[in-house]
Nanobody, 123 residues
Framework: QVQLVESGGGSVQAGGSLRLSCAAS????????MAWFRQAPRKEREFVAG????????HYADSLKGRFTISRDVAKNTVYLQIDNLKSEDTAVFYC????????????????WGQGTRVTVSS
């Protein structure tokens, strides 16, 4: 059974940093894209960043480039999201997701999801 377990969320002040983790288990992810999404209060869930498990190629939402860095540790089966210079608008639940790598970042069908980790940024 595939499990994605997020951790690392919390309450931080604006300008601070957080590193979110997503521990993946239950299958091999060599042909998968691992991604982070977020859902702010009263807003739709949005893509933040993705990484190919095998090669580590990355892709970011255009509006979020610069403060977010996605990475993975293959040995630990873990994906990370580093968030720097946090802003109040980053307050959201962050979700880890996995979907088969079909060669197109836009068309990935993310069929595995974690339960989310909450990030609250106070100004």
């Amino acid at each position: 059974q595939v499990q994605l377990v997020e951790s690392g969320g919390g309450s931080v002040q604006a300008g601070g940093s957080l590193r979110l983790s997503c521990a993946a288990s239950g299958r091999t992810f060599n042909d998968y894209i691992m991604a982070w999404f977020r859902q702010a209060p009263r807003k739709e869930r949005e893509f933040v960043a993705g990484i190919t498990w095998s090669r580590g190629n990355t892709h970011y939402a255009d509006s979020l480039k610069g403060r977010f860095t996605i990475s993975r540790d293959v040995a630990k089966n873990t994906v990370y999201l580093q968030i720097d210079n946090l802003k109040s608008e980053d307050t959201a639940v962050f979700y880890c997701a996995a979907g088969r790598d079909g060669g197109n970042w836009v068309l990935v069908d993310y069929n595995y999801w974690g339960q989310g980790t909450r990030v609250t940024v106070s100004s």
